[in-house]
């Protein structure tokens, strides 16, 4: 009605939601962010597992699609071996995820991890991953215009959380830092990924690292997040005008 050309979504739930992207689309008004597909094909953790995998992303071990029946997950947990994570395959912002230690915990984590789910995404589709041990939590951003080019804006390191919620985030990673092979192989790694997803605008790629610098990802933030000024402080620039401009069609 007002003649907007473009709407930003923010960094909310709405900025993640594909239906609303296309809904955009259908009404002439060009959505800030990626696109549907992309979202629903990294928005989706187990389909997301795949498709990084096959451009050769370390993943954590772990099933790569969801298991419905308690039973079967926990034979893929056994062969896995505890300590696990049962995680929402549809899940975001924390929700949805258990840490069973023992097959004694089993039957109530995995019923807690699907009612969640369900509660928060709609969606009960749960799969098993391997807990890694005092891991370090590493994201990557990522810039992707229209035209299939794609670079990355450094690490944050975001390991101090509180309930799966991120506390405090920093760059570049302490950890990550005083190692620039690290670095060079964390970044191509989440360029490789938001590439085989088909991927433009602004993005995130989440790792878990262990002591060794070791690293593996976790899943693809299809949005810009709420912490993405810590990057702007360090190479100064406006990530949202870049966003911008590549709804806009500008190459980067």
């Not at 969801?66 to 071996?81: Q, T």
């Not at 995680?87 to 995820?97: E, L, N, T, V």
Request: proline fraction near 5%.
């Amino acid at each position: 009605d007002t003649g907007a050309q473009a709407i930003h979504p923010g960094y909310g739930f709405l900025s993640e939601n594909a239906d609303f992207a296309e809904a955009c689309g259908r009404a002439g008004v060009k959505f800030i962010g990626p696109s549907a597909r992309a979202m629903r094909l990294m928005g989706s953790k187990t389909r997301a597992r795949e498709t990084v995998a096959a451009a050769g992303v370390p993943l954590v071990p772990g099933t790569m699609s969801a298991v419905e029946d308690p039973d079967e997950a926990l034979n893929s947990a056994a062969e896995i071996g505890f300590p696990v994570m049962l995680k929402a395959a549809a899940g975001g912002g924390g929700k949805g995820i258990r840490l069973v230690r023992s097959a004694a915990e089993w039957e109530s984590c995995f019923a807690q991890a699907r009612g969640e789910a369900v509660a928060a995404f709609g969606n009960g589709d749960i799969y098993v991953e391997k807990a890694m041990e005092a891991p370090r939590h590493v994201e990557v951003q990522i810039l992707a215009d229209e035209h299939g080019q794609v670079i990355h804006l450094g690490e944050r390191e975001c390991s101090l959380q509180r309930r799966h919620q991120k506390v405090v985030e920093e760059t570049p990673s302490p950890l990550v830092d005083p190692e620039p092979a690290v670095r060079d192989k964390l970044t191509a790694a989440a360029v490789r990924a938001a590439a085989a997803a088909g991927y433009s605008n602004a993005g995130t790629v989440e790792f878990l690292m262990d002591g060794d610098r070791n690293f593996y990802f976790l899943e693809m933030n299809t949005r810009l997040q709420v912490e993405h000024p810590v990057t702007e402080m360090v190479t100064g620039l406006d990530l949202v005008k870049e966003q911008i401009l590549i709804a806009a069609g500008k190459p980067l």
